[in-house]
């Protein structure tokens, strides 16, 4: 029986195109502690490392991160944020481990850039127009009506929930994965869901992959932001194993973008986008959530 789920599970990960890595000990720290009977145990904590992203000369922001996969991290944030668009040519992307900076580099200055200098010289700050950033990016969003059956999202939620992941190692972490169909392709993890996000999108604008057949698997709740950067990629379905946010769901049904949350186990709910699934598999017949996975799910 052990080699046989040891065989599954490596069919498993030969599907991903970028996996977890739980053993890379630069994502987490061992720490002493004393548990709840007054023993002395020791855990896996994950690291949080300052990020400071530049685009061309102006600093943007400092986000905290796992460290791993800093350009695709800074390239989906500027994306996703509407500060980079599909016509920007990037000509170089510097990261600097000592300094913790990553520089992106355009052929030409963009108008962001101009815009975010007059906000910072008036105000002393820029976050609170980030959003409004956003929700201008979605003019003209037009997602693609691809199907998605529910024996995929239940297929995928068992490959996810088993793959050796930093979530399953040490908690405090969100997972975000990149799929086709029944297949995981990409598995980014970070501090924050945000970050996760972001790291897709870098994958897909450094690689240029299609993403009109693509979902997105969270672990994180499906929240506003959550919401506009699925659909600024382009991605028409977006799956969670948490819940919604009213305006989360608001925006989606308004997009029409497919919003699937409570995965767990035999059970989810779809509140936007109903028209792309086709539920092709009884419930009845999908194998019941790891324990394991329960536990950690419910640590976080």
């Given at each position: ?15 991903y ?5 739980p053993t890379d000990a ?8 004393i548990d ?10 994950v690291e949080e490392r300052p ?14 991160t796992i ?10 944030f500027l994306r996703?944020q509407g500060?980079l668009?599909p ?9 600097d481990?000592e ?8 052929a030409?200055?963009t ?13 002393g700050?820029?976050?609170?127009t980030?959003?409004?950033?956003m ?10 009506q691809t199907?998605?059956?529910s ?8 490959k996810?929930?088993r793959?050796?992941s930093?979530y399953?190692?040490?908690?405090a ?5 990149l ?7 990409v598995?980014?993890e970070d ?10 999108a870098?994958?897909?604008q ?20 959550m ?5 600024m ?8 194993r948490?819940g ?13 973008l ?5 995965m767990?186990g035999?059970r989810?709910?779809?509140?936007s ?12 017949n999908v194998p019941?959530e790891a ?5 950690k799910s419910?640590?976080?």
């Amino acid at each position: 029986m052990m080699a046989e789920e040891g065989s599954d599970l490596a069919s498993v990960l030969a599907e991903y195109v970028i996996a977890p890595a739980p053993t890379d000990a630069r994502l987490t720290r061992a720490v002493q502690g004393i548990d709840h009977t007054g023993t002395a145990t020791e855990i896996s904590v994950v690291e949080e490392r300052p990020l400071t992203i530049y685009l061309n000369r102006q600093e943007i922001v400092t986000a905290m991160t796992i460290g791993d996969y800093p350009e695709y991290l800074a390239l989906g944030f500027l994306r996703n944020q509407g500060m980079l668009h599909p016509g920007d040519e990037i000509t170089a992307i510097d990261y600097d481990e000592e300094l913790e900076t990553v520089v992106v580099r355009t052929a030409v200055e963009t108008s962001y850039e101009d815009k975010l200098q007059k906000k910072t010289r008036t105000s002393g700050c820029a976050v609170g127009t980030v959003f409004g950033d956003m929700m201008e990016g979605l003019e003209g969003v037009v997602l693609p009506q691809t199907p998605v059956r529910s024996s995929w999202l239940y297929a995928l939620a068992h490959k996810i929930n088993r793959t050796p992941s930093l979530y399953l190692e040490a908690g405090a972490i969100h997972g975000t994965v990149l799929c086709q169909e029944d297949r995981p392709l990409v598995y980014m993890e970070d501090v924050g869901r945000h970050n996760a996000v972001d790291k897709i999108a870098g994958w897909i604008q450094s690689t240029g992959a299609e993403v009109s057949d693509k979902i997105l698997y969270t672990t994180g709740r499906l929240t506003s932001e959550m919401v506009i950067k699925t659909a600024m990629m382009g991605i028409p379905v977006l799956v969670s194993r948490s819940g919604f946010t009213a305006w989360g769901v608001e925006i989606a049904q308004e997009l029409g973008l497919t919003l699937i949350g409570r995965m767990r186990g035999q059970r989810f709910i779809c509140l936007s986008g109903e028209a792309r699934l086709i539920r092709d598999m009884d419930p009845a017949n999908v194998p019941a959530e790891a324990k394991a996975h329960r536990r950690k799910s419910s640590e976080r």
